[in-house]
């Protein structure tokens, strides 16, 4: 009996107890919660793992390059892709372009670049995306007479 006794009286003690911590119905509760992300902005040459350069070699026979599909992912506004060469302008025997083509995204193509050892914009405009494209190099011959071998490797970054 005096167990029975002791039961009920924890019983109701907790009762009591967890009563207060209740929440009343219908009350509602607001949370702010606020999300963090770190810049983002990646680049690569489709199939190449992760790089973000291509070989390419200009000389009589045409233009042979490694790859022709560049994506990239940003979670930032107004960024951009440029171009560049190792080769020196001076260097080079032939004149190289390259243009952005079959755009999946809200950037916009400068059109035919010339490819120089010095960043030229490829693409400007991108925003918070995914996205990429296919490129289409040309070259013409600087001197008719002497026609060399370039070789490049080419660099596209993304940046703002």
Do not use: F
Not at 12 to 22: H, P
């Amino acid at each position: 009996m005096k167990r029975r006794v002791l039961y009920a009286w924890v019983l109701i003690l907790l009762l009591c107890c967890l009563a207060s911590y209740a929440p009343a119905i219908g009350t509602t509760a607001t949370h702010v919660v606020s999300i963090k992300s770190n810049p983002l902005a990646v680049l690569a040459l489709a199939g190449t793992g992760g790089r973000n350069r291509t070989g390419l070699v200009v000389d009589e026979t045409g233009i042979t390059a490694e790859n022709q599909e560049l994506k990239w992912t940003t979670n930032l506004e107004d960024m951009k892709v440029t171009v560049q060469s190792n080769l020196a302008t001076d260097e080079q025997d032939y004149i190289l372009r390259v243009r952005a083509v079959n755009l999946n995204s809200n950037g916009i193509s400068k059109g035919w670049v010339i490819v120089r050892e010095r960043p030229s914009n490829l693409i400007t405009g991108i925003a918070l995306e995914t996205g990429g494209c296919s490129l289409e190099y040309q070259a013409s011959a600087k001197i008719i007479e002497k026609r060399g071998r370039d070789e490049h490797t080419i660099t596209y970054t993304i940046t703002e």
